[in-house]
T-cell receptor, first 112, second 117 residues
Framework: KQEVTQIPAALSVPEGENLVLNCSFT??????LQWFRQDPGKGLTSLLL?????REQTSGRLNASLDKSSGRSTLYIAASQPGDSATYLC???????????FGGGTRLMVKP | EAQVTQNPRYLITVTGKKLTVTCSQN?????MSWYRQDPGLGLRQIYY???????DKGDVPEGYKVSRKEKRNFPLILESPSPNQTSLYFC????????????????FGPGTRLTVT
């Protein structure tokens, strides 16, 4: 059974810092990996999706990488801002396309 | 606007009183799914549907039912709610066909916060 782990569980950084969030998964037979943002009490907003054949995806200040063989993904946030404060969730899609397995999330706080 | 909608957004009910949470998407997606989110347990899949009249269990299906009579709608039914079903529920949808949007990129609804007393 796929297991997804996110480290650290919480992170506090000063504004302007570059930071990396980590996601690891146990079964490398994945279809894709998706990073989401969740604000308190709100829904999930998709940030980036990486197909299993891809190595990375970029959107603005965000860059996500995928190393399927080692079961790892990272989300890089450049020049962090207080508005980036949220919980970031990593989710792995299985090959059948019928299930996302989520990590526990990293709660990020960016201090002004 | 492409979106997944859920209703109601907030619901307080009593044990045993049947309820339905509706989910609708306007993106013509084949795949729809329900998740629940609980502190310390994260997001877990309840049921999913690959297309009309095709549904299957996820990780935590006990106490829930679903139906998929139309492509756009995927209601979640709690026949006899219990306090351990108090949770934040999310509906999601995605296209499962290559060439249509990004296959399996999931879009989530705003969530339904359910409290069962």
């Amino acid at each position: 059974k796929q297991e997804v782990t996110q480290i650290p569980a919480a992170l506090s950084v000063p504004e302007g810092e570059n930071l990396v969030l980590n996601c690891s998964f146990t079964d490398s037979a994945i279809y894709n990996l998706q990073w989401f943002r969740q604000d308190p009490g709100k829904g999930l907003t998709s940030l980036l999706l990486i197909q299993s054949s891809q190595r990375e995806q970029t959107s603005g200040r965000l860059n996500a990488s995928l190393d399927k063989s080692s079961g790892r993904s990272t989300l890089y946030i450049a020049a962090s801002q207080p508005g980036d404060s949220a919980t970031y969730l990593c989710a792995v899609g299985n090959n059948a396309g019928n299930m996302l397995t989520f990590g526990g999330g990293t709660r990020l706080m960016v201090k002004p | 606007e492409a979106q997944v909608t859920q209703n109601p957004r907030y619901l307080i009910t009593v044990t045993g009183k049947k309820l339905t949470v509706t989910c609708s998407q306007n993106m013509n997606h084949e795949y729809m799914s329900w998740y629940r989110q609980d502190p310390g347990l994260g997001l877990r899949q309840i049921y999913y549907s690959m297309n009309v009249e095709v549904t299957d269990k996820g990780d935590v299906p006990e106490g829930y039912k679903v139906s998929r009579k139309e492509k756009r709608n995927f209601p979640l039914i709690l026949e006899s709610p219990s306090p351990n079903q108090t949770s934040l529920y999310f509906c999601a949808s995605s296209s499962s066909l290559p060439g249509q949007d990004t296959p399996y990129e999931q879009y989530f609804g705003p969530g339904t916060r359910l409290t069962v007393t």
